[in-house]
């Protein structure tokens, strides 16, 4: 079993209507204008796609932030570079981020529902998360925690019907690897310094993975990748970092619960 995991390509793109002044919308478009497109290039997901048909995994995982501000025309951009891997005959997961999910603006918020149908396809919808999939041996558990948020902060929540629903799954006997899919990291290090951007709620999902009921955590948000370490050194947090801004994504290799293998691929 092979899964590729990709996160946070971020494209972008001006104001898409006047009201994009008057909500949140303008914060992404002003940081994509004068920080983002200097610094994630979008030809690296390119890359990531080419690289991805190459090997043809069991499945692909994206999870999240295809864009900076949410906006129809910034999905549209990252579809036709994603278009290929809906054609190859392999399944997609996609998980959206915080910037997906930006704004409660109707049309915004269908492209992004538009974007999970598409992505992931076989009839899966966003308000159908979370969800669970078996896949390639695997049991997929495909948790949303991004919402829209004020204009300062980009705090993720987990509500506590969808921490029992999770905690409902991972009671019953484990008969697959189980691989926890979710935009945010469950795990924290610096909650304090980090308060801006961080996931609220999580503590319970994060016991689960913590007890082994869940064998791997796959997640993006922040954009340097990493991997934490349970006490005996194996991984089970996966964040895939920004491909587009360091041009890496990560290959998952294995079959049991406890013996995957990772390898960080630089494109
Ligand atoms: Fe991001
Ligand atoms: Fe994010």
Request: aromatic share 10%; net charge positive.
């Amino acid at each position: 079993m092979k899964i590729i995991h990709f996160s946070d390509p971020h494209a972008g793109g001006g104001a898409e209507d006047w009201m994009a002044y008057f909500d949140k919308r303008w914060v992404g478009v002003f940081n994509y204008r004068f920080r983002r497109r200097f610094r994630h290039d979008l030809g690296k997901l390119e890359r990531a796609v080419a690289y991805i048909l190459s090997v043809r995994p069991d499945v692909a995982v994206c999870t999240g932030d295809l864009t900076s501000a949410g906006q129809p025309g910034e999905f549209e951009r990252v579809r036709k570079v994603l278009e290929p891997l809906k054609t190859a005959g392999f399944p997609l997961i996609y998980m959206p981020g915080n910037h997906d999910c930006y704004v409660r603006r109707p049309w915004c918020v269908k492209a992004m529902k538009d974007m999970v149908a598409y992505l992931n396809g076989d009839g899966v919808a966003f308000d159908d998360f979370p969800l669970r999939r078996r896949i390639a041996g695997i049991e997929f558990l495909l948790l949303n925690t991004s919402r829209p948020s004020n204009l300062l902060c980009s705090w993720g929540f987990l509500s506590r019907e969808d921490s029992r629903t999770i905690a409902g799954w991972c009671a019953e006997k484990k008969e697959l690897p189980r691989v926890l899919v979710s935009h945010y990291p469950m795990t924290e290090n610096h909650p304090i310094l980090r308060i801006r951007h961080r996931l609220f709620g999580q503590k319970e999902v994060l016991k689960l993975a913590e007890e082994e009921k869940i064998d791997l955590v796959l997640c993006g948000h922040v954009h340097k990748p990493y991997f934490r370490n349970r006490p005996d050194g194996r991984i089970f947090e996966c964040c895939a970092g920004s491909v587009t801004r360091n041009g890496s994504l990560v290959e998952i290799d294995g079959d049991a619960p406890g013996a995957f293998t990772f390898k960080t691929v630089d494109l």
